[in-house]
Nanobody, 127 residues
């Protein structure tokens, strides 16, 4: 069982930055794959980024590549998502997700691949 708690969301102007955190608790985290998804009002949840807990593989959606950076902190059992050069279209609720196992890139971008989810944190970017 894995429990996930996100924080760090807020209101920021376009071009600004935020750092989201996902505090994870559970066994065997070192063998898991972690991901961030987001859901904007009236839209489906979409993949943002994923990382194997060991940090050896990371994946990003094309829409955030070069602006967002995902990382893990094993000492704190935390997954970070650094959001830079934010745009109004980045406005959404950001959810952290986890799944045991070292997922491949084609699987790790799928919402259905993850069994554990956090409640989400709101990110609002004003123009």
């Amino acid at each position: 069982q894995v429990q996930l708690v996100e924080s760090g969301g807020g209101l920021v102007q376009a071009g600004g930055s935020l750092r989201l955190s996902c505090a994870a608790s559970g066994r065997f985290l070192s063998t898991s794959t972690m991901a961030w998804f987001r859901q904007a009002p009236g839209k489906e949840r979409e993949f943002v980024s994923a990382i194997r807990w060991t940090g050896d593989s990371t994946w990003y959606a094309d829409s955030v590549k070069g602006r967002f950076t995902v990382s893990t902190d094993s000492a704190r059992n935390t997954v970070w998502l650094q959001l830079n050069s934010l745009k109004p279209e980045d406005t959404a609720v950001y959810h952290c997700a986890a799944q045991y196992g070292r997922l491949s890139a084609d699987v790790g971008v799928r919402e259905g691949a993850y069994a554990y989810w956090g409640q989400g944190t709101q990110v609002t970017v004003s123009s």
